[in-house]
């Protein structure tokens, strides 16, 4: 089945403790991203990659590290996790960058930090 | 960076009642994506607009792309319990960015 996966779904940590969010997508798809979600914000993008080894920032990358090591891979890391950065944060991946093409989206990570 | 409003914020509504969500930009869009992301569920993917004054339907959802390509909108006519989510518009930003509005909310009263 034609997925994007993050583990783990829901995580309550502590400030300053440094964590990773894993995404995996097995469609071959060379387009992945990080959002958060926010409520009355909308979806906000943190970072994207175009393929391998390739990253950029998005609209809200402060506090916030990629890889893209691998093309099926794309972790979220929070060096030191601080409370304004709890959120629902999505993966999602598309075919490519070019913009004819949809994205799938994880099923979310709920990240509480206290 | 790109700025697309997307209004209402919230809207609810009696079974059967229509509904629209619009999306406006200040700048000329290349293209638009709706997404739909039900309750507790991650967004998917409905539709993409390209050209001006483009009009796709799927079954009792309309959605339109402006003539000067600078808004958009998603109707539901007749909405069921089925249709209650958060409706998003996306746009891509110059340099591969996907921005997304602020989604508009919708319940629905059986």
């Known amino acids: 089945e034609a997925q994007v996966t993050q583990n783990p779904r829901y995580l309550i940590t502590v400030t300053g403790k440094k964590l990773t969010v894993t995404c995996s997508q097995n469609?071959?798809?060379?387009?992945m991203s990080w959002y958060r979600q926010d409520p009355g914000l909308g979806l906000r993008q943190i970072y994207y990659?175009?393929?391998?080894?390739?990253?950029d920032k998005g609209d809200v990358p402060e506090g916030y590290k990629v890889s893209r090591k691998e093309k099926r891979n794309f972790p979220l890391i929070l060096e030191s996790p601080s409370p304004n950065q709890t959120s629902l944060y999505f993966c999602a991946s598309s075919l490519n960058g070019d913009y004819t093409y949809e994205q799938y989206f994880g099923p979310g990570t709920r990240l509480t930090v206290t | 960076g790109q700025q697309v409003m997307q209004i209402p914020q919230y809207q609810h509504v009696q079974e059967g009642e229509d509904f629209t969500t619009y999306c406006n930009s200040s700048t000329t869009l290349s293209n638009i994506q709706w997404y739909k992301q039900r309750p507790g569920g991650h967004p998917v993917f409905l539709i993409q607009?390209?050209?001006?004054?483009e009009v796709k339907k799927q079954k009792r959802l309309t959605f339109q792309f402006g003539e000067a390509k600078k808004n958009s909108s998603l109707h539901i006519t007749a909405t069921q319990t089925t249709d209650v989510g958060t409706y998003f518009c996306?746009?891509?930003?110059?340099?591969?960015?996907?921005?997304f509005g602020a989604g508009t909310i919708l319940r629905v009263k059986s």
């Open positions: 607009l390209v050209k001006s004054g």
């Open positions: 469609m071959n798809h060379e387009y």
């Open positions: 990659s175009m393929n391998v080894e390739v990253t």
């Open positions: 996306a746009v891509m930003e110059y340099g591969n960015k996907l921005v």
